[in-house]
């Protein structure tokens, strides 16, 4: 280790509280320092590669190294590098930013919000619900319903609509009326001897009762993943979705899509409602939407929802929400060019075509004796490690195993996530055949030295 990077070392052990870390094990080990990106790959301050197998967050669709992205930001950042949209100013990269936004999402979706992240984003879809409802005359129909496993981001009201314990103990939430729902996850949630078919009935029937006993005239909307990720990368069953959207427009409940992992292609669709076939009121994007080279979300809705928005503030005589950053040009005018790339690379177009060699490969795992299920669909893919094949028992303490996993992994060359026992795989949308193999070599490795590591602490 060089000394800067040392020093580094110890300067981040002294100064830095890092999200969704253990404090006290970061005291010991400190921290994993990246330095450089290039494509798919990224390296550490000792010069070590890795194969970046989780796209960042999720979210680095164009890879670690686009200079268009880099010349469009430094070209903002000289013209202007900011002024607000609040009270009627404007500018062209969120202008033509959120033309190109609905011209890419379901034609019904018109108009766009924006925000800095996607807990942002889903805290401001909640205040927007409530403010409808209000503008409606319907005060009590404020009630969201999520699921459990869901993960929507981590401020007071998304944090609330988030269905992981370890986002809410300690936090004193959920802070705003939410109802959980059962996962739509069917290797963890069916019944023994339960069907998909029979499955996705029994959800759509938890969830119609669930209305009902809360009393429609209190649920004022669904939010939900299409592919659930940050839970775990979660699959619905057959015919889920349909479900849903028809229980919605039963029951006047709004439908939110929460496609800040799964938008801009990450299904194999350019969207996960049209992967699944659902056609939200609202939809959020964040993540793919700038390839996170800055921060940056996005909310659209359609006509009838802004109608409603924009009646009440002229009553009110203004929209009191907004956000200083939200929408800065810089992020704009990256988001822009990030786009312009993904549909002039058809980086869509290669997810789809990839998806069955990453889907395929991955499967080929399932005969592995630590792997329960392997999941996913498009570029996106969880595998379950289990005790026990046969039971679907989990390793003890939940969450040790996978953990290794993602450090000889990383020993391999290859970041991947783990999340509680599920491997979390997400490559940036341009990855090639080629770097879909060297994913697959270095997970099985990893999965190898899992076991024999499992098998010498005598768990397995
Ligand atoms: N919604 C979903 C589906 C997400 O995956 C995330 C982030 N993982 C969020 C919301 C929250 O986004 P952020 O971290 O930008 O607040």
Redesign the pocket.
Known sequence: MNTRSNSLHETDIAYQLHPYTNARVHEEQGPMIITKGDGCYVYDSEGKKYLEGLAG??SVAVGFSQPRLVEAAAKQMSELPYIQNFAHKAHAPGILLAEKLVEMTPEHLTKVFYTN??????DTVVKFVWFMNNMLGRPKKKKFLARNKG?????IA?GSLTGLPGNQRGFDLPAIPVVHLTCPHHYRWAHEGESETEFTARLLKEAEDTILAEDPDTIAAFIG?PVM??GGVMTPPEGYWPGIEALCRKYDILLVS?????GFGRTGQPFGCQTYGFTPDIL?T??QLTSSYM?L?AILMTDAVYQVIADYTAELGTLGHGFTAGGNPVACAVGIENLNIIQEEDLMGNAARLADRLQSGLRAFSDHSLVGEVRGIGLIAGVELVRDKATKASFEPAGKIAAMTAKFAAEEGLIIRNIYETIGICPPLIITEAQIDELLEKLGRALDRTLEWAQAEGLK
């Open positions: 967050l999720w992240s996607g807990s942002e984003a889903n993960y929507h981001g981590i401020t998304s993943e990720g940050a929460d496609e800040v992992i799964n959020v964040s993540k921060p979300a």
